[in-house]
């Protein structure tokens, strides 16, 4: 079989506002009404230019591929900026792109004969996605959302490239079934985790470049994350502003200072008080200023995100103006070990500083007890 003559033919599918509401607080982008609260607060779209990392990866492998995308900002406008040729099958019906959108696109590329859909978005973008094409076709996500349960998604938009082009090459490449999970945004934003269970998608079965889904910690766990909070807590030091990233772990930190805490956002802490909650990215950067700031956060279980899951509040600007060597991460040596020696991972939405985020990095996993663990931009990456 001449590769030339049968192209992979890929769907393009980008949910355009996935994860818009991330950076300034809102924690979801479901509806019209959050994209629109997301945008006027100054919100940028992510979705799009993270598919065109992708697909980059395509042109300058220069492999076999035929790309059907629906048009504009669903598709069609960032395969052509990644340099590939793109077949437009159909055009969003309004500006504000829906659901609906997303679930007529998904039919229209199936029903056209692809190989494999690729789509960026978050755990509502693949429900909508499973519920057009069932399991018929292959998927293959591009992480853009907030906080993402679903493993039916790449690490990154690079990891998402690699696959795609091992694909064209022809080379084999095993399947699996991924869970589509989701959440309810509201109970989310009221600092509730609902994760459920909708169905599964078929899914590369790269354990290396495809996220794993999100699973919690045991109960045995609590003293290890109190004994490693109270150690940070003596650390902490006068002047400094501490960014206090999401998650349960964290707020076990904010309860020892006796501080509310935002379970599922950003606060700040200075001198053993609350300087501003659930703050955005730009509020960050306006309370910091130019004095000394660090980041406290942790590990998401089972997948091994430090940024880009359910944190963007802590945008690559933020993240720069900390440095590296201000990064405080809490993670157990129990939540360490259910990674499998697979690395943490960071996808903060700029490719350089991922890769300047990249080696080795202190965790905080007891009382007295620090431990080296590599970072990497994905699971089988090496810094």
Not at 24 to 43: F, I, M, N, T
Not at 159 to 175: I, S
Not at 240 to 263: D, F
Not at 293 to 314: S, Y
Request: negative net charge.
């Amino acid at each position: 079989m001449n590769p030339q003559e049968n192209p992979l033919v890929i769907g393009l599918l980008v949910n355009p506002f996935a994860g818009l509401g991330g950076a300034v607080a809102l924690k979801g982008s479901d509806g019209a009404q959050v994209v629109r609260e997301a945008l006027a607060r100054g919100a940028v779209p992510q979705a799009g230019p993270r598919a065109q990392r992708a697909l980059a990866l395509l042109a300058d492998a220069a492999v076999p591929v035929r790309v059907l995308a629906w048009g504009g900002d669903m598709g069609a406008r960032w395969a052509e900026a990644a340099g590939l040729a793109v077949e437009t099958l159909g055009q969003p019906g309004t500006e504000l792109t829906s659901a609906e959108d997303t679930r007529v696109a998904a039919a229209a590329l199936q029903a056209a004969g692809i190989d494999v859909l690729l789509f960026a978005g978050g755990d509502g973008t693949a429900r909508d996605v499973l519920d057009s094409l069932g399991g018929v076709v292959p998927v293959l996500g591009i992480p853009a959302g907030c906080k993402m349960h679903s493993a039916v998604y790449a690490v990154n938009p690079e990891a998402a490239g690699r696959l795609l082009v091992a694909l064209a090459r022809g080379e084999l490449v095993n399947v699996t079934e991924g869970e589509v999970r989701d959440i309810d945004e509201d109970a989310f934003r009221a600092g509730q985790v609902r994760a459920r269970y909708y169905g599964s998608l078929t899914v590369p079965a790269d354990a290396q470049l495809l996220q794993q889904v999100k699973c919690g910690a045991p109960e045995q766990e609590d003293l290890q994350v109190t004994e490693a909070c109270a150690w940070l807590l003596e650390r902490m030091e006068p002047g400094v502003t501490y960014l206090m990233g999401s998650g349960s772990t964290v707020a076990e930190l904010m309860a020892q200072l006796g501080l509310p805490n935002t379970l599922l956002g950003v606060d700040l802490v200075r001198d053993g008080a609350l300087l501003a909650a659930d703050v955005t990215a730009d509020q960050i950067l306006a309370q910091v200023g130019d004095g000394p700031a660090r980041v406290v956060l942790t590990v998401i279980g089972g997948q091994g995100h430090l940024f880009g899951r359910g944190n963007q509040q802590l945008s690559p600007a933020v993240i720069r103006r900390v440095g590296r060597d201000n990064l405080h991460v809490l993670a157990t040596r129990r939540k360490l070990a259910s990674l499998a020696g697979r690395p943490l991972l960071v996808d903060t939405g700029d490719a350089a500083l991922d890769h300047e985020l990249c080696g080795l990095l202190p965790v905080i996993a007891g009382y007295e007890d620090e431990v080296l663990y590599r970072v990497a931009t994905d699971a089988g990456a090496v810094p």
